[in-house]
T-cell receptor, first 114, second 111 residues
Framework: GAGVSQTPSNKVTEKGKYVELRCDPI?????LYWYRQSLGQGPEFLIYFQGTGAADDSGLPNDRFFAVRPEGSVSTLKIQRTERGDSAVYLC????????????FGPGTRLTVL | DAKTTQPTSMDCAEGRAANLPCNHS???????VYWYRQIHSQGPQYIIH???NNETNEMASLIITEDRKSSTLILPHATLRDTAVYYC????????????FGKGTKLSVIP
């Protein structure tokens, strides 16, 4: 079956602009996660959704970052007033339920802020 | 979740076993050891996890010491496609969700 997909695969934007990154999880997976990976580092947790609600957004770095999952499937990560430090690969993962041992990751969106 | 320590990099000859160590000396009784890997330009991929018994699946074996303070991931016959960054992660079992990644071990499989 289809895995986790993320669009776009690459996004280049200018400092101060608004961007949206999309994640399509595996069908039927109730848990969805966003991570951010800077060059040379491991992925860093941003936010976790169980169904439609954000159960834990403690990893979001500041209030410029926001994520939604209105129908419990597709999720969008939104970044306002982008800064050069936001440049990273944004990874989405899904799992059948909260405590599933395996998280299935998408290929990521590479965001570059000029 | 407990912190893990892994070597920065390792080499392994193609066809040989790759043994990747991980220290997790502060692991708690309800914390599991997970291994993920990340091939270049891809998202991380789950490999295996365990609590205290050794585990084996089609990808790898996980050996956890009796005191649970360290573990070793074994790829029995490494191929060039196993070249990746391998992450050892300690995660609470029931009720846990987020994964806390360190920098991992860069494994290079050499022809």
């Amino acid at each position: 079956g289809a895995g986790v997909s993320q669009t776009p695969s690459n996004k280049v934007t200018e400092k101060g602009k608004y961007v949206e990154l999309r994640c399509d999880p595996i069908s039927g997976h109730t848990a969805l996660y966003w991570y951010r990976q800077s060059l040379g580092q491991g992925p860093e947790f941003l936010i976790y959704f169980q169904g439609t609600g954000a159960a834990d957004d403690s990893g979001l770095p500041n209030d410029r970052f926001f994520a939604v999952r209105p129908e419990g499937s597709v999720s969008t990560l939104k970044i306002q007033r982008t800064e050069r430090g936001d440049s990273a690969v944004y990874l989405c993962a899904s799992s059948p339920r909260r405590d599933s041992p395996e998280q299935f990751f998408g290929p990521g969106t590479r965001l570059t802020v000029l | 979740d407990a912190k893990t320590t892994q070597p920065t990099s390792m080499d392994c000859a193609e066809g040989r076993a790759a043994n990747l160590p991980c220290n997790h000396s502060t692991i708690s009784g309800n914390e599991y050891v997970y291994w993920y890997r990340q091939i270049h330009s891809q998202g991380p991929q789950y490999i295996i996890h365990g609590l205290k018994n050794n585990e084996t699946n089609e990808m790898a074996s996980l050996i956890i010491t009796e005191d649970r303070k360290s573990s070793t991931l074994i790829l029995p016959h490494a191929t060039l496609r196993d070249t990746a960054v391998y992450y050892c992660i300690v995660r609470t079992g029931a009720g846990s969700y987020q994964l806390t990644f360190g920098k991992g071990t860069k494994l290079s499989v050499i022809p």
